[in-house]
């Protein structure tokens, strides 16, 4: 069986060596130079000195909130220098490519090499695909196609009353880097999830106050941030929330998870 695969993250390589193993020919299509799919960081973000999507999200000083025994592949264990189970995005991407060179599965990849359309034909599938370094774009038959894209790519932006109105700068938390962005700040984060949390203790070092607004009744228990209602509306120069309250803020980032990816 031929079988195309979309994406070279984490599902996209173990179903390359799961496929290859038992008999397979695969063609691993990454539209990105690096494999490792989320945990690849950039400083870039937004578009790119290419004028193309970043499709990256890690940032700097990021720690798994997942223990490295629920994310090690069957057969293939962490090296033993790595004890701590939460771990960091540098330990994660190194265990891909060491599982990668391990089961030699990169010859397999192709990169800068993105998937423009999949269509059924007769008892197969058409994949087109388009290299982006060239511009060119071909075609081959496969028995079966593997979508394996992710879903961290497309930021789940809500609509808030006065959006366009807001004067500071508005940003998703897949955009999301460093600190530096945020030094003697008026910071104010959407969300209450992990990555809220997160990014919200390791700017309070260097902005002047942090709000979180969050929907759930449950208290966050957050250091040094200011837990708010969700918010009503944006006003030029910050936000009104739910209990009436209002803050002025410099920053608005959303921590309001991804959209998924495909398209049928």
């Not at 397999?108 to 008892?123: A, F, G, L, S």
């Not at 497309?154 to 945020?182: K, V």
């Not at 309070?204 to 228990?221: D, G, P």
Request: net charge neutral; with cysteine.
């Amino acid at each position: 069986m031929k079988i195309a695969i979309i994406g070279a993250g984490v599902s996209g390589v173990i179903s390359l060596k799961y496929a290859k193993e038992s008999g397979h020919e695969c063609d691993v299509f990454e539209q990105t130079g690096e494999l490792g799919g989320t945990w690849v960081y950039s400083d870039e973000y937004g578009i790119d000195k290419n004028g193309m999507p970043t499709y990256r999200n890690m940032y700097k000083g990021l720690v798994t909130n997942s223990p490295k025994e629920l994310m090690t592949f069957l057969d293939f264990q962490y090296p033993p220098d790595v004890k701590d189970s939460f771990i960091t995005q540098k330990q994660t991407l190194d265990y891909i490519h060491d599982f990668v060179r391990k089961f030699d599965l990169e010859r397999h990849i192709q990169y800068y090499t993105c998937v423009k359309r999949v269509e059924p034909n007769d008892d197969q599938w058409t994949v087109t695909v388009v290299d982006d370094k060239t511009k060119t774009e071909r075609q081959a038959r496969y028995d079966a196609v593997f979508v394996c894209n992710g879903q961290h790519f497309i930021p789940r932006m809500p609509e808030i009353e006065g959006q366009n109105l807001f004067r500071g700068l508005q940003m998703h938390s897949r955009d999301y880097r460093s600190t530096e962005l945020y030094e003697s700040k008026q910071v104010l984060i959407i969300g209450g999830a992990s990555s809220a949390i997160d990014i919200s203790q390791k700017i309070t070092a260097v902005a002047k106050n942090v709000y979180i607004s969050h929907w759930s009744t449950i208290l966050l228990k957050v250091v040094d941030v200011t837990v708010k209602p969700s918010v009503k509306q944006l006003y030029d120069k910050g936000a009104v929330f739910s209990d009436g309250t209002k803050e002025d803020f410099d920053i608005i980032l959303y921590c309001t998870g991804k959209c998924k990816f495909s398209k049928k």
